[in-house]
């Protein structure tokens, strides 16, 4: 049986793992962007009246709504990435003690311990 990688090795894959995942996700919904605003350019439909259902408008701020939440989420794994780079990762950014493995495991994003969590 091959031996388990280092915990830092785990992190730095499941790290890099949600990084590839959230920049596909991310190329996606922009490229999903671009096409309702091209659809909702190259329309003359009175969008504000439609009894069908939801306007384009209101469809362009929900998909910019969730975009934006996964650029947040992309910058937040980003940093984590960093401070695997530079020797910070798994530290806590107020007391300086070791994270849990349990609470990287769950959160590879964490910043600080459970203590101060909250």
């Not at 309702?36 to 009246?49: G, I, M």
Request: aromatic fraction near 2%; hydrophobic fraction near 35%.
């Amino acid at each position: 049986m091959p031996a388990e990688p280092p915990p830092d090795a785990r992190a730095a894959a499941r790290v890099t793992d949600e990084r590839d995942a959230l920049r596909e996700r991310l190329a996606t919904m922009e490229r999903d962007m671009e096409r309702l605003v091209a659809a909702s350019r190259d329309s003359n439909a009175d969008d504000e009246h439609d009894p069908e259902g939801q306007t384009i408008a209101y469809e362009r701020s929900q998909l910019a709504a969730l975009t934006d939440g996964v650029r947040r989420r992309l910058a937040e794994v980003e940093a984590a990435a960093d401070r695997l780079r530079e020797g910070g990762y798994g530290r806590c950014d107020v007391c300086g003690e070791p994270i849990p493995a349990a609470r990287l495991e769950a959160r590879p994003t964490a910043r600080t311990c459970v203590e101060h969590a909250g």
